[in-house]
């Protein structure tokens, strides 16, 4: 059984840090591509950052270029997101989600195979 298990989101003040965790369990990371999603209240999920299996690349929405970095470790089974500079507008729940096509970063979430619970995230001004 696929287990994708979201931790580290919060209240953070603007121009704050966060670290999510994407902590997976029942298949092989190395095996998938692994993105970051966020959803806001009344909108649809989006794309925010993403990896394919060896890390060699990364892929990010506009609105997070520069302040947010995605990482892995596949001895870990383990996705991060760094997030800096934080500002209200990233307020929403993040999910990860892996991507059997393990060579591409897609940014379709109609894409993704499996999916965490998502850990909300808010900013304060």
């Known amino acids: 059984q696929v287990q994708l298990v979201e931790s580290g989101g919060g209240l953070v003040q603007a121009g704050g840090s966060l670290r999510l965790s994407c902590a997976a369990s029942g298949l092989t990371l190395s095996s998938y591509a692994m993105a970051w999603f966020r959803q806001a209240p009344g909108k649809e999920r989006e794309f925010v950052a993403g990896s394919p299996w060896s890390g060699a690349f990364t892929n990010y929405a506009d609105s997070v270029k520069g302040r947010f970095t995605i990482s892995r470790d596949n001895a870990e089974n383990t996705v991060y997101l760094q997030m800096n500079s934080l500002i209200p507008a990233d307020t929403a729940v993040y999910y990860c989600?892996?991507?059997?096509?393990?060579?591409?970063?897609?940014?379709?979430?109609?894409?993704?195979?499996?999916w965490g619970q998502g850990t909300q995230v808010t900013v304060s001004s």
């Open positions: 989600a892996a991507d059997r096509a393990r060579l591409r970063v897609s940014k379709n979430r109609r894409e993704y195979e499996y």
